[in-house]
């Protein structure tokens, strides 16, 4: 059952340190050193210094991981201190991204 807000998926506010980036054309582009602000089975929020567009596609690859995830984009929301909450979708996220099973439990 969807919840009013229309996420299903329950977020663990977990924080992992990623590298965030642009995919285009098979290649990343630019890389920012950031974290998660929260995790689901489907997607994660990510904290970014730029603003991100609804449908880009980008890619997270854990700090301690060398296994990168590519996701697309959902939704941006500017912070006061002109950071960015970035709402990334990556669907199966448990099975594309193992460590997450030892963070959320799953």
Known sequence: MRTLN??????????VVVYLGQVQD????????????????????????????????VQLTPLKDET?????????QKLEDDRYLVGVNI???????PSFRIYSGA
């Open 91 to 97: 669907q199966g996220l448990s099975a594309k991204w």
């Open 6 to 15: 229309g996420r299903i998926d329950k977020r663990f506010p977990i924080a």
């Open 26 to 57: 098979r290649t990343v582009k630019e890389t920012e050193l950031t974290c998660t602000d929260n995790i689901s089975v489907n997607g994660a929020r990510v904290i970014s210094r730029r603003p991100w567009q609804p449908n880009e596609l």
């Open 68 to 76: 990168s995830i590519r996701g697309k984009v959902v939704h941006c």
